[in-house]
């Protein structure tokens, strides 16, 4: 390993050891930068060799203001066009012969001693030193770049690319800059900065094909003055060289040079055109539309529902990484396609064997992430947990009571030996877990109606409660131990009275932004009457109640000494209207999860009968529609016999 740290500083160092300029002046970011009317001279600290001094000759470079940010050295050498296109054809054959026989870069830079190359094939030896390392191993390729770096012919190339740049072709010039960059090449040394500045003054210039390959050069690289000109400018030339593409893949790359920051008009325009080419979508072209469209941040339905039907129907000639790179755009997209994932959740069942912990987690925590619940996955999985339950590491102990909880997922007769499988595997990392995963862990196991007495106990002990407090998030984790504290006191988990409670829960509720649905409101009290009906109610300082509706009980000689307690459910029935939105729902159907699971399951504690109202649905009726939904939900068809004498008992507007 030491000698791999030595080899990243010996990168560094190598590039250090160029002429480096950002913006408006030259700047030197580890030694001192010798700077002297138009020469200068650096010294390389892990070499310890000079660079001779060069002449420089003022040549203007623009930023995207407008205004000269540097001056630099360009060599010119004169020569004819005709002598030039006769060497190039001499030396052509010969010198890619010798090109295809080099394996990593150091090779192809020995190959440059013996020999002379133009300036048209500069692109050429960056682009083969670049693919000598696109099969060596992470280990490997560090090992052969850092010898690239320090070898010197490879920055008497860089040198030449700079000063031969003006002089290079449009795909030349794309082509180099794409390897540059891939190889590591900083984007403040010379050689970046004057191919940018360079394809700034030829763009209009440039073919289709070399557009995209530049598209792909500038997507990943950081914003300085001369990239962003750059992008600005291929975003300004691509509004009118759209219809001529006829490529998939160039549509693709440009769509990840635009970025999120291009306009809506550009963006749309992109995604409308590949639309057009939808019949010619490859397998990878389908599952790299998912990112592209990601890269420009634009939900694009149409598309994306196209790309979501090819892949649902040939699921299985996806490798593992391009679905879950799949799921990973959708929830950056927010988009959900019901149809694409049952059919990857049907996908991974029917194929369980194959996948590894690791493989399955990651798939159910991105369903998670996208509110999908996968059920015979979901089911499939517990079962190997319950089988194996050591074979989980901490962090996927976490994932999985996260993705299990929070979905609310009903193992049914198998929740009690899943539960206790977790939390014994759980227990045995008590040591290396931190206050914060301890919280999360004891929180989701809650959401399970399990709260483990071991876990609890060092919760609640004063130095972990103090690292809760001190840690981030401190509304969130403050709604985390509100809620945890409520259980203790509604659910009554076996524990000793000292773990029942946690002291110092401070937790400041947060104003309820959403309105009481006055049109629901308006249809309850005419199933009921006005007088049975109380709107925006809060319960346990963080339960909100769109209504409750009091129903005294139709058998009034139950009622004891206390019948004036609303809350005793031999005198009278509370409902309790609730309001949710589509994400309190597991995508698809109307399960509860999350949050919304415990708010349910505690109002029941508390003498309601909880009534949940998906406001999705409820606004999709009409006001008959809404009525009979209503009425249904309040009173179901079981309790129909007893619904007319509750009505007559209640109170009725005058």
Not at 19 to 44: E, G, H
Not at 383 to 396: A, C, G, H, M, V
Not at 481 to 494: F, G, I, V
Not at 572 to 601: D, E, N
Request: charged letters at 25%.
């Amino acid at each position: 390993m030491s000698m791999y740290k030595s080899g990243l500083e010996m990168f560094r160092c190598a590039l250090r050891s160029t002429v480096l300029w950002k913006c408006d002046s030259f700047i030197w970011t580890q030694t001192s930068l010798c700077y002297k009317s138009r020469s200068f001279a650096a010294s390389s600290q892990l070499g310890r060799k000079r660079i001779q001094g060069h002449t420089l000759k003022q040549v203007l470079y623009y930023s995207q203001s407008g205004h000269d940010v540097l001056n630099a050295q360009i060599k010119q050498t004169p020569a004819s066009t005709e002598t030039s296109e006769l060497l190039d054809k001499a030396e052509r054959t010969p010198f890619y012969s010798h090109l295809q026989n080099c394996f990593c870069p150091t090779d192809v830079l020995d190959t440059l001693k013996q020999i002379p190359v133009s300036q048209q094939l500069i692109s050429s030896i960056f682009t083969r030193i670049w693919e000598s390392t696109k099969k060596m191993t992470d280990e490997q390729r560090r090992c052969e770049l850092r010898l690239m770096f320090d070898h010197p012919g490879f920055e008497e190339v860089c040198e030449r690319a700079a000063a031969d740049a003006w002089r290079m072709r449009s795909e030349d010039l794309a082509y180099t800059l794409l390897a540059v960059v891939n190889l590591g090449v900083s984007q403040d040394t010379r050689v970046v900065q004057t191919l940018l500045r360079v394809i700034q003054e030829r763009l209009n210039q440039f073919d289709i094909r070399s557009l995209s390959v530049l598209a792909a050069s500038i997507r990943e690289m950081e914003n300085c003055r001369n990239v962003q000109a750059l992008r600005e400018a291929l975003r300004l030339l691509l509004k009118d060289r759209i219809p001529e593409i006829q490529s998939v893949v160039v549509l693709q790359s440009m769509m990840r040079a635009v970025g999120k920051n291009s306009s809506i008009h550009l963006k749309r325009q992109l995604a409308t055109k590949t639309l057009s080419l939808a019949d010619e979508f490859s397998p990878p072209n389908t599952q790299y539309m998912f990112s592209s469209l990601a890269a420009m941040g634009l939900n694009f339905k149409p598309l994306l529902d196209v790309c979501s039907k090819n892949i649902a129907e040939n699921v299985h000639e996806f490798p593992f990484g391009r679905l879950l790179s799949v799921l990973k755009s959708c929830h950056e997209l927010r988009y959900r396609n019901y149809t694409l994932f049952s059919s990857v959740s049907e996908y991974m069942t029917s194929t369980f064997d194959m996948w590894s912990n690791k493989q399955v987690i990651l798939i159910l925590v991105s369903f998670e992430d996208l509110l999908f619940r996968p059920v015979v996955l979901l089911d499939a999985f517990a079962e190997r947990i319950i089988q194996k339950p050591d074979s989980l590491t901490l962090k996927d102990l976490l994932s999985v009571l996260k993705v299990f909880s929070l979905l609310n997922h009903d193992l049914k007769e198998k929740k009690t030996e899943f539960v206790s499988s977790v939390v014994k595997v759980l227990e045995s990392y008590l040591p290396k877990l931190s206050a914060t995963d301890l919280l999360k862990a004891v929180y989701y196991l809650a959401l399970l109606e399990h709260i483990p007495q071991a876990l609890m106990d060092k919760l609640l002990q004063q130095e972990t409660l103090d690292q809760i407090q001190k840690g981030k998030q401190s509304n969130k984790v403050q709604r985390w131990l509100h809620t945890l504290d409520l259980c203790l006191r509604l659910d009554q988990p076996p524990l000793p009275p000292s773990l029942r409670s946690i002291p110092d829960v401070h937790f400041t509720v947060p104003a309820h932004d959403v309105p009481v649905n006055r049109e629901m409101l308006s249809a309850i009290r005419s199933i009921v009457g006005n007088a049975a009906v109380q709107d925006s109610v809060l319960e346990q300082s963080i339960y909100f109640i769109d209504c409750v509706i009091t129903l005294p009980h139709p058998k009034e000689e139950t009622c004891g000494l206390h019948a004036e307690d609303s809350g005793s459910p031999e005198c009278a029935r509370r409902i309790a209207v609730v309001c949710a939105p589509p994400s309190s729902f597991c995508f698809g159907t109307t399960h509860p999860r999350a949050s919304l699971v415990i708010k349910l399951r505690h109002l029941e504690k508390l003498g309601y009968k909880p009534v949940l109202v998906p406001v999705h649905e409820l606004n999709s009726k009409t006001e008959e529609e809404k009525f009979q939904m209503l009425q249904k939900l309040i009173f179901p068809a079981q309790e129909s016999s007893g619904t007319q004498e509750i009505l007559n008992n209640s109170p009725k507007e005058e």
